[in-house]
């Protein structure tokens, strides 16, 4: 007889110098935001601020999601298309766009989404393993499936979906 089935668990990674061991913690606060007709949720720890979307400063021969650089408060900021990112299509960007900025490891980043939707907490309950998937976004960049009434949410761990990005993104910017 096989083990009962586990919820997963949301791990956080720690800020703790020289390692990338995670946390357990109970705490379960997400942003919500859209991406063409999905819904994601990214760790509010994350979450430095959201902008309404203004054209970033274009890099010569920046290749991919990378859509230029914005200056905030004095820290350049690379700009990502999430969209993307996650294999869609490209779409006009306007002022019903906005841009998320986060914490990654050690950099700060935008990413450009179509709207946010709310904070949301969600129980142990709430949350679904992630199944075994095929196209962009590879399992381990998933935390979990969040269930909140009828919405599905994709739980993002951002730091690892958006890692190969950051690390190109400086290496393009560097040279």
Known sequence: M???ATLPSITRRAPAPGTTQAVMTD??????F???NEEYGVDILRVQEIRSYEKPTTIANATGELLGVMNLRGVIVPILDLRLKLG?????????KV??????GQRTVGVVVDGVSDVLTLEREQLRPVP?????????H?????????????LLDI????????TGEAQATSH
Request: proline residues 5%.
């Open 2 to 4: 096989s083990p009962p």
């Open 27 to 32: 705490l379960r606060e997400f942003l919500t």
């Open 34 to 36: 859209q991406v063409g």
């Open 88 to 96: 869609q299509i490209a779409v006009h960007y306007d002022h019903l």
């Open 99 to 104: 841009v998320i900025v986060l914490h990654i």
């Open 132 to 140: 075994a998937l095929r196209g962009n976004v590879k399992p381990e």
């Open 142 to 154: 998933l935390l979990a499936i969040g269930s909140v009434g009828k919405r599905m949410l994709i």
């Open 159 to 166: 730091e690892q979906f958006l890692s190969n990005a950051v």
